[in-house]
């Protein structure tokens, strides 16, 4: 299973920092996502496509609420009980032992051109190793985008 990937035990965690200009983010198995949308895709499309892989429990895809910045997530296999600003949970099944974290930008260039393939490029780094099956998933976000103090903020690691 391994794979040159980040491995997530039971138990622990790993921590990414991530761009994406829209403030839209995911979690991918690429190996079952259908990525091709069309050439000119309406927003509508790619939302009503997004739903459609989150049925097939595909991928799930979340908004933060803040139009885009350098997000900071930390994967932790196992349910915690981190309590964050809001949150919202779901389901995933892998089938190839691999997760990626994907950024609006690169799902759109993959809806948008058939030769485009996920991970996008600068994402290969944001894959984990993980048992194949079906995941819930919480995902919690710590902040408040409208009220966030960002020069106060504490890296993941001193959290």
Known sequence: MDQGLNVLKLG???DFEILDD???LSLVDVSAYSTFVAEDWEYEEILLHFNEQMAKRHILVWNCGD????YRIRVINGFSDVVGW????GSIFINSGQLNICSYAALTMAAQFEDHKLPGMGETEYELSVEDGLHKVRIVQNYNPETIDYDNL???SDR
Not at 86 to 89: D, I, K, S, Y
């Open 154 to 156: 504490f890296p993941v």
């Open 86 to 89: 809001r949150e919202t949970v």
């Open 12 to 14: 622990e965690a790993v």
């Open 67 to 70: 139009g885009g910045d350098n």
């Open 22 to 24: 829209s403030g839209l």
